[in-house]
C-alpha cells in the first residue's frame, strides 16, 4: 500500500544521495576539492556508512523481515540518524545562504 510506496520511494531518494555525495566536492581548508580520489575518501570516511545504512534499512522493511523487536529497534536508531542527517543538510543550506547574504530562505 501507501506505506510499501514511500519507503520504496524513499530508499530510492537515499540510494540516489548516496551517488550524489560520491560526485560532490566538499571544502577543505578554504578551498573546494574536486579531485574525485579525495571527494570519495572524504565521503567514505564522513557519511557513506550511515547512508549506506539508511539504503539498506529501506531495502530490509520492503523485504518485509523487520518483524523483532531488535529490528524496531534498530530501524527506530537508523530514523534518528537520517534525521540528525538531513538537520546537518538544513544547516549547511542556511549556511550558503548567509554567504550570499539571503536571509529570507533561512
Same mark, same amino acid.
Given at each position: 500500500?501507501?506505506?510499501?510506496?514511500?519507503?520504496? /520511494?524513499?530508499?530510492?531518494?537515499?540510494? +540516489?544521495? &548516496?551517488?550524489?555525495?560520491? @560526485?560532490?566536492?566538499?571544502? %577543505? #581548508?578554504?578551498? $573546494?576539492?574536486?579531485?574525485?580520489?579525495?571527494?570519495?575518501?572524504?565521503?567514505?570516511?564522513?557519511?557513506?556508512?550511515?547512508? /549506506?545504512?539508511?539504503?539498506?534499512?529501506? +531495502?530490509? &522493511?520492503?523485504?518485509?523481515? @523487520?518483524?523483532?523487536?531488535? %529490528? #524496531?529497534?534498530? $530501524?527506530?536508531?537508523?530514523?534518528?540518524?537520517?534525521?540528525?542527517?538531513?538537520?546537518?543538510?538544513?544547516?549547511?543550506?542556511?549556511?550558503?545562504?548567509?554567504?550570499?547574504?539571503?536571509?529570507?530562505?533561512?
Amino acid at each position: 500500500g501507501f506505506a510499501f510506496v514511500m519507503v520504496g /520511494l524513499t530508499a530510492a531518494f537515499w540510494g +540516489m544521495d &548516496i551517488f550524489m555525495n560520491a @560526485n560532490t566536492g566538499y571544502i %577543505s #581548508a578554504g578551498i $573546494i576539492e574536486m579531485s574525485r580520489r579525495s571527494v570519495l575518501w572524504h565521503y567514505v570516511k564522513t557519511w557513506f556508512l550511515l547512508d /549506506l545504512a539508511v539504503v539498506l534499512l529501506d +531495502m530490509f &522493511i520492503l523485504e518485509g523481515s @523487520n518483524s523483532s523487536l531488535s %529490528s #524496531a529497534r534498530a $530501524i527506530r536508531a537508523l530514523r534518528l540518524a537520517r534525521a540528525a542527517k538531513i538537520s546537518r543538510l538544513n544547516q549547511a543550506i542556511q549556511d550558503v545562504c548567509a554567504s550570499f547574504g539571503i536571509r529570507w530562505l533561512i
